[in-house]
Nanobody, 123 residues
Framework: QVQLVESGGGLVQAGGSLRLSCAASGSMFSINTMGWYRQAPGKQRDLAAVIISGGSTNYADSVKGRFTISRDNAKNTVYLQMNSLKPEDTAVYYC?????????????????WGQGTQVTVSS
């Protein structure tokens, strides 16, 4: 009972910046963790950054110091500020959410994924 909508992807030159946003919506849920994964052509989907409700964060080594994940719990929205972008950052970025669900049809903890937003960094 959670839907994730991403925005902010696009084309940027190397060294530039982008800010991704992901808003979670639904009913009778509470979010534990939100984050961003990315998948380049021919590669597996890997974690870029994650943030839990308490504010703790974790980043892939390849993005540390360049990306910053943040969260607005009141809006159920997660952001990824991407600075000093490199061509190797080119990928489809997927919003991720781990949430507690409490509805008549579904109760428990589940993982949800957005449809992805393309980030292309040109050299």
């Amino acid at each position: 009972q959670v839907q994730l909508v991403e925005s902010g992807g696009g084309l940027v030159q190397a060294g530039g910046s982008l800010r991704l946003s992901c808003a979670a919506s639904g009913s009778m849920f509470s979010i534990n963790t939100m984050g961003w994964y990315r998948q380049a052509p021919g590669k597996q989907r890997d974690l870029a950054a994650v943030i839990i409700s308490g504010g703790s964060t974790n980043y892939a080594d390849s993005v540390k110091g360049r990306f910053t994940i943040s969260r607005d719990n009141a809006k159920n929205t997660v952001y990824l500020q991407m600075n000093s972008l490199k061509p190797e950052d080119t990928a489809v970025y997927y919003c991720y959410c781990n949430a507690n669900i409490n509805t008549a049809l579904r109760r428990g903890t589940y993982n949800y994924w957005g449809q992805g937003t393309q980030v292309t960094v040109s050299s």
